[in-house]
C-alpha cells in the first residue's frame, strides 16, 4: 500500500528565509510523486513532479524539491520565500496497482514580514 | 480560458434536499474526478471516470451520483444531502487514464463550496 507523510502540519518562515516542506512517502512500486499548492479559496495548482527522471525536481515559483529513495523523502524548498506563498501545500504519491493519488494532510506555510 | 471551472463556487442548502455541481474541462483530458476536502484540508476521491466509464468509486454513500454526458464534463448529483455533507468539492482532470500515464498530473477545479443547515 502506498502513503505519504507531511512531518509538519504547520511551518511559519520569515519573508527571505528558506522554506523546507517535508515528506515522507512509503511504495511498494516506482512512484510519481508531486507537490501541489493550494491558496485560500482556491483550487490546487500543480507545483513540480517527479517521474523517475532527474531527482532533483524544479518547478514553478522557484520551487524545488529532491526525490531521495533511501530516505523515501520528497522535500520541498525554495531558497527564498515570499509573501504571496503562504499557502497550504499537499505532497501527493501514485502509483500501484489502482494508480490512485493519495493525498498527505497538508502543510500550512505561513510567511511573516 | 480556465481549464477546469466547477459551478456553483458556493452552495448553501438544507438538511434533504438534493442539489447538484457541474464541472467542464477544456483540456482534452479524458478523466476526470471529484474529490471531497473535509474541514481539515483532507482529500479525498470519490469518484473517477475515464472516456465516460466509472472506474474509482470509493466508499461513497449511494446519495452520490456522478453523471459523465461526455469526457469533458463531470456532475455530481447528490440525494438528500445531510450536514456532514458540507465540504468543499473539487472537480480534477488528467490525461492518459487512471490506469495509463503514472506521471501524469491532474488539474484541478477552485472547488465548490457546499455549505449544509
Known amino acids: 500500500a502506498q502513503s505519504v507523510t507531511q512531518l509538519d502540519s504547520h511551518v511559519s518562515v520569515s519573508e527571505g528565509t528558506p522554506v523546507l516542506l517535508r515528506c515522507n512517502y512509503s511504495?511498494?512500486?516506482?512512484?510519481?510523486l508531486f507537490w501541489y499548492v493550494q491558496h485560500p479559496n482556491k483550487g490546487l495548482q500543480l507545483l513540480l513532479k517527479?517521474?523517475?527522471?532527474?531527482?532533483l525536481v524544479k518547478g514553478i515559483n522557484g520551487f524545488e524539491a529532491e526525490f531521495k529513495k533511501s530516505e523515501t523523502s520528497f522535500h520541498l524548498t525554495k531558497p527564498s520565500a515570499h509573501m504571496s506563498d503562504a499557502a497550504e501545500y499537499f505532497c501527493?504519491?501514485?502509483?500501484?496497482?489502482?494508480?490512485?493519488?493519495?493525498f498527505g494532510t497538508g502543510t500550512l506555510l505561513a510567511v511573516q514580514p | 480560458d480556465t481549464a477546469v471551472s466547477q459551478t456553483p463556487k458556493y452552495l448553501v442548502t438544507q438538511m434533504g434536499n438534493d442539489k447538484s455541481i457541474k464541472c467542464e474541462q477544456n483540456?482534452?483530458?479524458?478523466?476526470m474526478y471529484w474529490y471531497k476536502q473535509d474541514s481539515k484540508k483532507f482529500l479525498k476521491i470519490m469518484f473517477s471516470?475515464?472516456?465516460?466509464?466509472?472506474?474509482i468509486n470509493e466508499t461513497v454513500p449511494n446519495r452520490f451520483s456522478p453523471k459523465s454526458p461526455d469526457k469533458a464534463h463531470l456532475n455530481l448529483h447528490i440525494n438528500s444531502l445531510e450536514l456532514g455533507d458540507s465540504a468543499v468539492y473539487f472537480c480534477?482532470?488528467?490525461?492518459?487514464?487512471?490506469?495509463?500515464?503514472?506521471?501524469?498530473?491532474?488539474?484541478f477545479g477552485n472547488g465548490t463550496r457546499l455549505t449544509v443547515t
Open positions: 471516470y475515464n472516456n465516460k466509464e466509472l472506474i
Open positions: 480534477a482532470s488528467s490525461q492518459g487514464g487512471h490506469a495509463g500515464r503514472i506521471n501524469s498530473p491532474l488539474h
Open positions: 501527493v504519491v501514485r502509483g500501484g496497482a489502482t494508480n490512485k493519488l493519495i
Open positions: 483540456l482534452g483530458h479524458d478523466t
Open positions: 517527479y517521474t523517475s527522471a532527474a531527482t
Open positions: 511504495s511498494s512500486y516506482s512512484p510519481s
